[in-house]
T-cell receptor, first 111, second 111 residues
């Protein structure tokens, strides 16, 4: 069945360093991917998205890369800050907007 | 947060009792979703709605029912709560072709 998974459950980085969070997906027909950030006790918050006709998309301090050949996407956070500490989820959107989430990566930023 | 509220925010109930969770939105979004979040599983879709009185099942719909009699409200009902339904429940909404916005969540404990 379709699944979206993350390579690492936890990631610890030094403040100011760049962070890279990876995600693999299994459905080669997937054409829309989203990254969400979830802080403790809150609902997921949209960060950035990318469609399958793109390889890269940039936002403010964040970049998403999509490699359709190996069904892999990554979220890069530049100059990671303490406020970036959270759990990050990738999700694959199917018909009707139904999201399939990965298990999440917990990002911890050390001051 | 797209004006999404969930009630109650916390609930403790006993096995076998009925429970209804409410999601209310103020943005007039067409689509609404109910997810549950458990450790090790990320978020999983329970049910979703693509309009008033139009609903469909998600990945983990057994034991749950939903109703949407008004655009702004989407109710999730556990007819007879079980301990396996202890979870954090998130509601989300989406306008046409836009990202999903999530509510703050409801923590449900079934004893």
């Amino acid at each position: 069945g379709e699944s979206v998974g993350l390579h690492l459950p936890t990631l610890s980085v030094q403040e100011g360093d760049n962070s890279i969070i990876n995600c693999a997906y299994s459905n080669s027909a997937s054409d829309y991917f989203i990254w969400y950030k979830q802080e403790s006790g809150k609902g997921p918050q949209f960060i950035i998205d990318i469609r399958s006709n793109m390889d890269k998309r940039q936002g403010q301090r964040v970049t998403v890369l999509l490699n359709k050949t190996v069904k892999h996407l990554s979220l890069q956070i530049a100059a990671t800050q303490p406020g970036d500490s959270a759990v990050y989820f990738c999700a694959d959107e199917g018909p009707g907007g139904k999201l399939i989430f990965g298990q999440g990566t917990e990002l911890s930023v050390k001051p | 947060d797209a004006g999404i509220t969930q009630s109650p925010r916390h609930k403790v109930t006993e096995t076998g009792t009925p429970v209804t969770l409410r999601c209310h939105q103020t943005e007039n979004h067409r689509y609404m979703y109910w997810y549950r979040q458990d450790p090790g599983h990320g978020l999983r879709l329970i049910h979703y709605s693509y309009g008033v009185k139009d609903t469909d099942k998600g990945e983990v719909s057994d034991g749950y029912s939903v109703s949407r009699s008004k655009t702004e409200d989407f109710l999730l009902t556990l007819e007879s709560a079980t301990s396996s339904q202890t979870s954090v429940y998130f509601c989300a909404t989406r306008a046409e072709y836009n990202e999903q916005f999530f509510g703050p969540g409801t923590r449900l404990t079934v004893l």
